[in-house]
């Protein structure tokens, strides 16, 4: 079955710590989206990509980084110089414009 | 920055009641969307409508849009306890826009049995 899987499901991370958060999909979508979700709250854009080896900053892009190596993989590193990362990350991917996303089941961050 | 803004911000109702949840936006749009997230889950994607499109029928959901208004309806008839969940409603540019969304803060619907 098609799909999109994020990984870990849930991460610990320890002050001054790099993680990277994991997201594969094997729909054939061009596009894919890292977005950020805290309590209670909306989605806020990290980074989105269109093509392999292209992407661009979202809304809150600052102390997040990542690659588009390969179609199906968008993996998000969060580094040490995100000061408050404690959040659900949820990754989607789509076929662009005009077109609905289909989502990961999340990795919940915790920093300890 | 957050486009989308949704009311009620919660909704609780009985089984077989209908539910309707508004969004509203800011800016022009390519397309409207609404998701659903039941709690610590990923998003599930319910139904698109377009700019040029008015109503949009699926199941039991019903979707309206008002460009003048700038704002979206998504109406749940014959609700029941399994649609208990947030819901989210997420707007598109067109253009370059790489079809990036803008999500709402979401409504929390409740259906009690």
């Known amino acids: 079955d098609g799909g999109i899987t994020q990984s870990p499901k849930y991460l610990f991370r320890k002050e001054g710590q790099n993680v990277t958060l994991s997201c594969e999909q094997n729909?054939?979508?061009?596009?894919m989206y890292w977005y950020r979700q805290d309590p209670g709250q909306g989605l806020r854009l990290i980074y989105y990509?269109?093509?392999?080896?292209?992407?661009q900053k979202g809304d809150i892009a600052e102390g997040y980084s990542v690659s588009r190596e390969k179609k199906e993989s968008f993996p998000l590193t969060v580094t040490s110089a995100q000061k408050n990362p404690t959040a659900f990350y949820l990754c989607?991917?789509?076929?662009?414009?005009?077109?609905?996303?289909?989502f990961g089941s999340g990795t919940r961050l915790t920093v300890v | 920055s957050q486009q989308g803004e949704e009311d009620p911000q919660a909704l609780s109702i009985q089984e077989g009641e209908n539910a309707t949840m508004n969004c509203s936006y800011k800016?022009?749009?390519?397309?409207l969307q609404w998701y659903r997230q039941n709690s610590g889950r990923g998003l599930v994607h319910l139904i698109l409508?377009?700019?040029?499109?008015r109503e949009k029928h699926s199941g039991r959901l019903r979707v309206t849009l008002d460009t003048s208004k700038k704002s979206s309806s998504l109406l749940i008839t014959a609700s029941r306890a399994a649609d208990t969940a947030s819901y989210f409603c997420?707007?598109?540019?067109?253009?370059?826009?790489?079809?990036?969304?803008?999500f709402g803060q979401g409504t929390i619907l409740t259906v009690h049995p």
């Open positions: 989607a991917s789509s076929r662009g414009t005009g077109y609905g996303y289909t």
């Open positions: 409508i377009r700019s040029n499109e």
């Open positions: 997420a707007t598109g540019a067109g253009g370059t826009s790489y079809g990036k969304l803008t």
């Open positions: 990509s269109q093509i392999v080896n292209d992407f």
């Open positions: 729909l054939n979508h061009d596009a």
């Open positions: 800016t022009s749009i390519n397309n």
